[in-house]
């Protein structure tokens, strides 16, 4: 038909995509090895369980970190209870695929987490719903009343909703795919400067993102949208990040709160060693096997 695009004008030259599509192994970018379009797991494999009844398993990516600053913020409140042990998912190897962490999230995604306070225990996954539940378990960081409440979930809801745009479209078109591809990257960098303004249109006029409540909100969000405006991606100049200033200003302040940045820690796999904290079973942990220590007792943790 004549209003039919010419196939010599796709990616890659005459590509049409075929009636009923077949997985190529060897098409996924930067994480073919990982990708498939199966769930389940691929071996067995039993998790550790250490001493603290929240017991995580995890990795230091935006979605791990949302939950290991949540606990780090309780523990600052003086919530022994929200003590955990931080056990490290290798998800480019794989890890996530083993058989007791897809019992724990059958859709083999970082982080997972098991509640052993309770029996039988509970198992948690998607980040979100570790942020809500913790939120609710300790009676900290959402609002009860019904104002801010709602406002906190608009916006936790907000952040699952729109991350995927920035990680799963920007970054993997501009960052992560075999080849540059003009039309997905503008589509994405353009959603992704959407939701920049949107956040600092808002956070022109409030503090934190509920008003002047530090919430489940701003540690759902910062992982994310922090790490745009600072270093995700090497896209900061690509994205004109310094035209949000009122982003910038929120990302700055959260991200000097020491809970925040002993969350960042844990479970980090990237940056510089004494950045990272690759397991997390203890506070004195932080000063004591940091990745830059572990290094120099030729890897040791004590």
């Not at 409030?206 to 919430?215: C, L, P, S």
């Not at 600072?230 to 990302?251: G, I, S």
Request: proline content about 7%.
């Amino acid at each position: 038909m004549a209003d039919q695009p010419d196939p010599a004008n796709n990616q890659p030259p005459g590509y049409v995509p075929p009636k009923v599509w077949v997985w190529d192994t060897a098409n996924g970018g930067a994480f073919a090895n990982i990708n498939r379009p199966i769930s389940g797991a691929t071996h067995d494999k039993e998790l550790p369980i250490g001493k603290h009844p929240l017991q995580l398993y995890s990795m230091g990516t935006p979605n791990g970190v949302k939950v290991t600053i949540m606990l780090e913020e309780l523990l600052a409140l003086g919530v022994t209870a929200a003590e955990y042990d931080a056990w490290m998912i290798m998800i480019g190897t794989g890890d996530q695929f083993g058989s007791d962490f897809v019992a724990i999230n059958p859709n083999s995604k970082i982080p997972a987490m098991m509640d052993h306070s309770v029996s039988p225990p509970v198992r948690l996954f998607e980040s979100g719903s570790m942020l809500f539940y913790l939120a609710e378990k300790f009676g900290h960081f959402l609002p009860t009343e019904t104002h801010k409440r709602a406002e906190t979930m608009n916006w936790l809801m907000w952040q699952m909703a729109s991350a995927p745009y920035v990680g799963g479209g920007l970054g993997h078109f501009y960052a992560y795919a075999p080849f540059k591809m003009q039309y997905p990257i503008d589509r994405f960098a353009m959603e992704t400067k959407r939701q920049l303004h949107v956040l600092d249109t808002h956070l022109a006029t409030n503090k934190y993102m509920v008003g002047d409540d530090y919430t489940i909100a701003d540690m759902a969000i910062w992982p994310w949208y922090g790490s745009i405006m600072r270093e995700a991606y090497n896209a900061q100049e690509f994205l004109n990040v310094k035209e949000y200033t009122h982003l910038d200003r929120w990302v700055t302040e959260v991200g000097k709160r020491p809970a925040v940045i002993r969350g960042r820690m844990v479970n980090r796999t990237f940056g510089q060693p004494e950045t990272q904290l690759r397991e997390r079973h203890d506070a004195s942990d932080f000063d004591n096997n940091r990745e830059d220590m572990v290094i120099a007792r030729d890897g040791k943790r004590i």
